[in-house]
Structures are given as C-alpha cells and as structure tokens.
C-alpha cells in the first residue's frame, strides 16, 4: 500500500495568519488533490496538480494555493485565514486503484 | 454542482447484524467508489465500481454500481465492532478528476 504521509498532523492559527501544510508520498505519484473536510461533512475538493500544474479547482477562494515539486510532494497555502477555514485538510494521490488519502492536518483558526 | 445523497445518515445495530446503505446523484458517474473513515483519520478505499451493473465484493463488503450509474449500494455482512465508522461513497463525476463525496453514513455498534 502506498503511504500518503501529512505534516504537521495538528495546527492551531490565529486568524489572518498564513499556513502551510505539507504532503508527501512513498512513492512519486504525479497527481495530487487536496480536500478539506469541515466536521460532520465529507471531504470538498479544493485543488489538484499534475506534474506541478494546477488542472483542476473547486469552489475555493484564491487564498488557498498550492505548489507540487519536482519530487511530486506538495504543499497548501492558506493566506488570511477565517475561522471557518477549520477543519481537517486531506491529500490524496491518484493510484490505479483511485485515490489514497493520508491522514490529514487537523487545523483550528482561533 | 452535482451531489450525493447518503442514506441512512446514521445507523445503530448490534453485532452480528447486517447493513445496507446506499448513495444516489443526481448525475451520473462512471465509478463509484466506497471509503471508510475513522476518528482522526483520512479516508480508506474500501471498494472500487467501474462499470454500471458491477458487483464487487472485499470480504464481508459486497457493492453495486447502480444499472442508471446515478446509484451505488453499500452492504456489509455480520458486522464486527471495527465496522464502526463514517462510510463515504465518493465518485469522479464524468469526464473530471476531482472526487465529489457523500453525506456520509456513520455506523455505531450498540453493545
């Protein structure tokens, strides 16, 4: 099984504040998909990349962007956070099974 | 946008008892897939559908890719206190990547 691996597991912000949160993979996989699950939903898909494009948005903001490296690791930023930006973050790759998530980042604006 | 419709929202059984759920959109789709997740988790894929009357099954896990490919069903068999969790159907919606979800079902075992 692949493993999708997300740092930092928990994160507490003020609001305003800028995050970053970081996804890594075992194995380089070349496309990426980001997700934030508020709590009692399922997962909302915010952004995807492929080889380092972005090629795909949901109904997010500009203040959430990402980068993907040549490594295929990836990152989402959050500028001027809000409170409602609380929730659990996920990253998925896409494998020849579907999708592998890892096991999120637990944000809290406060 | 499209959407999905789990149901039931919630269900209480004992163990050993059988559950069925299921998930409908209002579009079609062209998979179907089943996840499971727990407390302080991300999502695990359970079952995987990939064409319109499909059965597929993954130990006590049994599902279907609804004939209308607007509909898949979830059954799981005698089920055990690991089964507790919150089951999402999520799909790809026809020619996007980007996976929509479901409501959720969340599955409690009552002792």
């Known amino acids: 099984e692949t493993g999708v691996t997300q740092s930092p597991t928990h994160l507490i912000k003020t609001r305003g504040q800028q995050v970053t949160l970081r996804c890594s993979s075992q194995?380089?996989?070349?496309?990426v998909s980001w997700y934030q699950q508020a709590l009692g939903q399922g997962p909302q898909f915010i952004f995807q990349?492929?080889?380092?494009?972005?090629?795909g948005r949901g109904n997010f903001p500009p203040r959430f962007s990402g980068l993907q490296f040549p490594n295929y690791s990836s990152e989402l930023n959050v500028n001027a956070l809000e409170l409602d930006d609380s929730a659990l973050y996920l990253c998925a790759i896409r494998t020849a099974r579907g999708y592998t998530f890892g096991s999120g980042t637990r944000l809290t604006v406060v | 946008g499209q959407q999905l419709n789990q149901s039931p929202q919630s269900m209480f059984i004992q163990e050993g008892e059988d559950v069925s759920m299921n998930c409908t959109s209002s579009s079609i789709f062209n998979t179907w897939l089943w996840y499971k997740q727990d407390p302080g988790e991300g999502p695990v894929l359970l079952i995987a559908?990939?064409?319109?009357?499909e059965l597929t099954s993954n130990g006590r896990l049994t599902a279907q890719f609804g004939i209308t490919r607007k509909d898949s069903f979830l059954n799981i068999s005698a089920s055990i206190p690991s089964d507790v969790g919150i089951y999402f159907c999520a799909g790809p919606y026809f020619g996007n990547e980007k996976l929509t979800f479901g409501t959720g079902t969340r599955l409690t075992i009552i002792p």
């Open positions: 194995s380089g996989h070349n496309t």
């Open positions: 559908l990939y064409k319109a009357g």
């Open positions: 990349y492929y080889r380092e494009e972005e090629n």
